[in-house]
């Protein structure tokens, strides 16, 4: 029962990744002509290879005509683009993680050979599956561009073909991703900075001697358990054989029933029966029981696609854990294999990732005898009296065709794959406060599916550990250090003027009826603002005991002592009043929120640092990177699913009918414009799976945009850079790929380029020409809030 990952399906978040220009047309476009790839050419590369004539790009027949007329094969383009680009800069950073490399295309002829060399090696073609570049295909304007863009990627030189990379370029080519990281950026640097900050508190406290029951004892001894690799690697897979033996003993379907409930009682551990605890959607002032179903160990598109790869490394992954269990390697593959297509099942009927934060869909209250009977072989009374939860008088079911899925599954019939799955769900659960063979699974698993590379050190891993579980105490010794009482009165201004701004807009919105601004204007006012750190600290650690390995205790004592102590607290808040002046994350967090349920924003002290805040830059440069942050979560209150909820954070329509249909409209109008969008090679932007953050992106730099117009002498420069510079990032390139499949975020160099190419002083600052790879015309461009 975690209530924070449940929560991050609802609360819109900030976040992080890359991409560049736009794929047009619904309909098959028309192939190109010669003639109109050189004219491309001429424009695209004029910054890059200025006065090159169009004889120096396309050659004809030797008696003069260039067949300009005639349809274009994909190896006349390619060798025609390497020509208008001439030497191209070996690929380093960046671009050597996202680029596609070792490819040798098996049908190019002698004659092209050379030039498809030289674009070969800069990464920037992409194949078919058989190996073959389609060297005879015919090639459109549109997939042409998109090569063209590639190649203005690698060079990264010209702020008007793209802003993105021209700005970050430097950063981008001497970029790392840190050893056990998937990846980098101002994201991850500010979040290791912060990391830094607490390991040296950590540090501080280590070896000495505290009074018991003390916040610093606690942290020192349980610190101490976490560095402990002799004593934990000593226990192995001790700490969970109990749960282990009675799992594998179970002889019935209820005795594996019975064996997790007792789990659940001991760790606040489930494998079977997945509850939260939080506000009701529909009365957000009252605690409510929501069930959100069986969980997968792969995101759903890797599941239904069976990307070969990810299966395999999957499978292979869930067999080792299985045999460090104890278990024999031919039977471990098979029993993983059954836990794998049970999850594939799962996947196929479970919702989209855009759909789960829509009230719509994720809002379905059982009574809790319909609750009980869709579980046909399992007595659902029971199990929540065993679970303490059993005092709700309905259980909002998260997902209901995922529900549905996991109670057919949860039959005699299927004992022995439930048994297999929930094993898994036990060891992936535990891993990593195991020995090292099953946090070294874990790190192989990584490499091979994400292509991390590298490990943490054991003092890295100790201070994460410690970091999360113990962050009730650290929080407040971090804010008392790095977010001074000046930074959080400059921020609540800053936050006060951008809503002040949004309400501007809301009001001279030309497509929204007054009734509805009304409301909208009412929920902006009514907008709960968080800022750096809580007023009150919770005291749930307060009730904790810490023991180090010598007076008894361990990592995984330690670890779920802290668990069950913040689920029993859970617990206790069922049905009681929503308490709003709780916090959703930690203080030292480098994010920021909305939270639908309770009309709130949050901006944690751990995002209020450079080069995100700074309270000695420029205003322009803070308005840029958090100024459009903040205006993203005020913005998040009417994306597409913030729009569904009233300022008390109720799902209650307060649209007209007239005004959701205009809503609906834009939002279809994002969709299209941030979708077909490439961020690496061969990596496509998804506008419906992206389009609430969009919808904040737009609306926030709009709203931070309108603050910097109303300065005298505004310096646009340092607002529009200040923005690209904050969402610099690097990924690997299998990393981007799961991303653009399940993250609702668009990639980072979307968000950046995407966004800013419809605020007309962007063009006015840069000078940016219809010809210009950052153009788009006036009557393309989209606006909403």
Do not use: C
Request: charged share 25%; hydrophobic share 40%.
């Amino acid at each position: 029962m975690m209530k924070k990952k449940f929560l991050s399906l609802l609360t819109a978040t900030i976040m992080v990744l890359s991409a560049s220009l736009p794929v047009y047309a619904n309909e098959a476009p028309p192939t190109a002509t010669r003639g109109e790839i050189v004219n491309s050419l001429l424009s695209a590369a004029d910054a890059y290879q200025s006065g090159m004539g169009k004889e120096a790009v396309i050659k004809g027949n030797g008696n003069g005509d260039l067949r300009e007329n005639e349809p274009a094969k994909k190896i006349e383009a390619l060798v025609m683009l390497s020509r208008a680009f001439g030497e191209l800069p070996e690929p380093v950073g960046n671009d050597l993680r996202s680029g596609t490399f070792g490819v040798e295309f098996t049908d190019v002829p002698a004659w092209a050979k050379k030039d498809i060399d030289k674009l070969a090696r800069a990464g920037v073609l992409t194949g078919k599956p058989d190996g073959t570049l389609g060297v005879n295909d015919n090639i459109t304007l549109a997939e042409f561009q998109t090569i063209i863009a590639r190649v203005w990627t690698l060079k990264g030189s010209h702020v008007n073909d793209d802003f993105y990379e021209a700005i970050n370029k430097q950063w981008l080519n001497k970029s790392t991703i840190p050893a056990g990281e998937i990846m980098g950026g101002g994201f991850s640097e500010l979040q290791k900075q912060n990391n830094d900050h607490i390991a040296k508190m950590i540090d501080g406290l280590s070896g000495n001697q505290f009074a018991n029951g003390t916040k610093e004892q606690k942290l020192a001894d349980f610190y101490k358990t976490a560095l402990d690799t002799e004593n934990r690697n000593k226990q192995g897979i001790e700490p969970i054989q109990k749960y282990v033996k009675t799992i594998d003993g179970a002889k019935t379907f209820d005795d594996l029933v019975q064996a997790d409930l007792v789990m659940e009682k001991e760790l606040g551990l489930s494998t079977l029966f997945h509850f939260t605890i939080m506000g009701d959607a529909k009365d957000s002032s009252k605690n409510a029981l929501y069930y959100t179903g069986l969980s997968t160990g792969l995101d759903k598109n890797s599941l239904v696609t069976e990307d070969v790869k990810t299966k395999k490394a999957y499978i292979q992954h869930l067999t080792k854990i299985l045999v460090l269990s104890g278990e024999e390697e031919s039977a471990a593959k098979a029993r993983a294999e059954k836990v794998y297509e049970m999850e594939k099942s799962l996947a196929a009927v479970s919702l989209e990732p855009h759909e789960q934060g829509d009230v719509n869909k994720y809002y379905n209250p059982y009574t809790i005898e319909q609750f009980d009977d869709m579980h046909k072989e399992v007595d659902m009374k029971q199990a929540l009296k065993s679970m303490k939860v059993d005092s709700a008088d309905k259980v909002i079911v998260f997902d209901v065709k995922l529900a549905q899925k996991g109670a057919e599954f949860m039959t005699e019939a299927n004992l022995e794959v439930l048994k297999a799955y929930s094993k898994v769900q036990l060891l992936s659960a535990t891993s990593g406060l195991l020995s090292d063979e099953f946090r070294d699974a874990a790190n192989e698993f990584s490499a091979t599916l994400y292509g991390v590379s590298g490990e943490k050190t054991d003092q890295e891993i100790a201070a994460a550990i410690t970091q999360t579980t113990m962050s009730g105490y650290l929080e407040q010794m971090f804010a008392e250090k790095h977010f001074s009482p000046e930074a959080k009165k400059d921020v609540e201004q800053m936050v006060n003027k951008l809503i002040a701004t949004y309400e501007k807009r809301i009001k001279s919105l030309d497509w929204m009826s007054d009734a509805t601004k009304a409301k909208a204007i009412k929920k902006l006012d009514t907008m709960v603002v968080k800022i750096g750190y809580p007023d009150k600290w919770d005291t749930t650690l307060d009730k904790v005991t810490i023991k180090t390995y010598d007076e008894g205790g361990s990592l995984f004592s330690n670890t779920f002592a802290v668990t069950t102590a913040y689920i029993n607290s859970m617990k206790a808040k069922l049905g009681k009043p929503v308490d709003r002046s709780q916090w959703i994350t930690s203080v030292y967090t480098v994010n920021a929120f909305y939270n639908p349920l309770n009309n709130e924003i949050t901006f944690p002290a751990g995002i209020l640092q450079a080069p995100f805040y700074d309270i000695k830059a420029k205003p322009e440069a803070n308005l840029g990177a958090i100024g459009m942050i903040i205006g993203h979560e005020i913005s998040h209150a009417f994306d597409n699913n913030g729009a569904a909820y009233d300022e008390k954070g109720n799902a209650n329509n307060w649209w007209t009918e007239e005004d959701f249909k205009k809503f609906k409209g834009k939002n279809q109008e994002l969709i299209e414009f941030y979708d077909g969008i490439e961020s690496v090679p061969g990596v496509l932007n998804d506008g419906q799976l992206t389009l609430s953050e969009n919808v904040a992106d737009l609306g926030g730099m709009a709203a931070a945009l309108q603050v910097v117009s109303e300065m005298s002498n505004p310096d646009y420069k340092a607002f529009f850079e200040s923005n690209a510079k904050m969402w610099r990032s690097t990924t690997t390139k299998d990393f981007a790929v799961l991303l653009s499949t399940s993250d609702t975020h668009s990639a980072n160099k979307v968000r950046v380029n995407r966004t800013i190419v419809n605020f007309p002083q962007f063009y006015e600052t840069y000078g940016i020409k219809p010809e210009d790879g950052m153009y788009v015309a006036p009557e393309d461009r989209v606006s909403i809030w």
